[in-house]
């Protein structure tokens, strides 16, 4: 029993290797970023790439809309849609080990055994694909999809063709407007801030929701 336990832990481990190392990777790519004034401000390409790593993480730690604006001024939209939606794929390939990895704990366990979490991921499986989509292509808030394609065993490469065939238009849009408008900067870091409040309050919100009851 013992050497059966063993065995297990060892097969894990490589996976719990990874799982740290990803986090630890994004963690300190949005570190740098935040502590960085040169790099926020920077026009380089190779920073808008690693800046979706941290952009499309989990819950989405930080917006992308308001640096595709803001690259939008400087290079075609082409440009910034290709380099932005190939990082994104790489990074929601993160997520979904993620959430792998995730999945095998209990509590994950006891969240799909709820009976709203189950009957929202039937209806994710009756058109999993168009759900990836019409999430990553409009302003609906697209974590969501995240647990989803994990709790619904959809193939990783099926979902990250998902993602990159709805995010590309939606990238090359916003790079657009930039192109276009080209929007002051003090006005895409009003954006950024908002976004970043209203993101991380409903969130919070939904949380304390959840506990009231609890602690009542």
């Not at 809309?65 to 939606?85: D, M, N, R």
């Not at 490469?157 to 849009?173: C, D, H, I, Q």
Request: glycine share 4%.
């Amino acid at each position: 029993m013992l050497q059966d336990t063993g065995k297990t832990s060892l097969k894990s481990l490589p996976r719990m290797l990874l799982f740290l190392f990803e986090i630890v990777m994004i963690l300190a790519l949005l570190v740098i970023w935040l502590c960085s004034d040169s790099i926020r401000q920077s026009k380089s390409l190779i920073v808008l790439f690693f800046y979706s790593f941290p952009s499309e993480f989990l819950i989405g730690l930080i917006p992308h809309e308001p640096v595709l604006l803001y690259y939008g001024k400087f290079y075609s939209p082409f440009t910034v849609a290709i380099v932005s939606v190939i990082s994104t794929v790489l990074a929601e390939g993160i997520n979904y080990s993620v959430f792998r990895f995730v999945s095998d704990t209990n509590l994950f366990e006891k969240m799909q055994r709820k009976k709203s979490v189950r009957k929202t991921v039937e209806l994710f499986n009756r058109a999993p694909f168009i759900a990836i989509l019409v999430a990553g292509f409009t302003p609906i808030p697209f974590f969501p999809v995240r647990f989803l394609v994990v709790m619904g065993h959809y193939p990783v490469l099926k979902y990250m063709l998902g993602v990159f065939v709805s995010r590309a238009p939606r990238f090359y849009l916003l790079a657009l407007i930039g192109y276009t408008f080209k929007i002051p900067g003090i006005v895409l870091i009003i954006l950024f801030i908002v976004l970043i409040i209203t993101a991380h309050v409903s969130i919070f919100g939904n949380l304390l929701k959840k506990e009231k009851p609890a602690n009542q």
